[in-house]
């Protein structure tokens, strides 16, 4: 029960990174990023992403846009804003000193 718990909010932590990361490649499409992320066997559901790309579009670090579709009615597309460019950056800092104090703290562990 406690590994699960853990491994849950672990996973949770890295989701916005995750998403960021995704999404500066370029444009995207809210089904495109869960298909990313079962990629990355990050398992989300709809119900956890758009609330998640909600917060950080209110926060500027997304945009969208509406694009139509040939499949049905238009489609919201996201981009990194400039802002959000500039948190990844930060995130991408703070993940290397995570990975580094994870390794080393394993190291030498039976």
């Given at each position: 029960m406690i590994a699960e718990n853990t491994q849950t909010q672990m996973r949770k932590g890295?989701?916005?990174y995750c998403i960021l990361s995704i999404i500066s490649r370029g444009?995207?499409?809210?089904?495109?990023?869960i298909g990313e992320l079962k990629k990355a066997q990050l398992l989300i559901v709809e119900g956890t992403l758009y609330p998640l790309l909600t917060r950080l579009k209110n926060?500027?670090?997304?945009?969208?846009n509406w694009q139509e579709s040939t499949s049905g009615p238009p489609r919201k597309y996201y981009q990194i804003t400039d802002e959000g460019r500039e948190v990844l950056s930060r995130l991408d800092i703070t993940w290397k000193e995570l990975v580094f104090a994870v390794e080393t703290s394993l190291q030498g562990r039976n």
């Open positions: 890295i989701l916005e444009e995207i499409y809210a089904s495109d990023i926060n500027g670090l997304l945009s969208y």
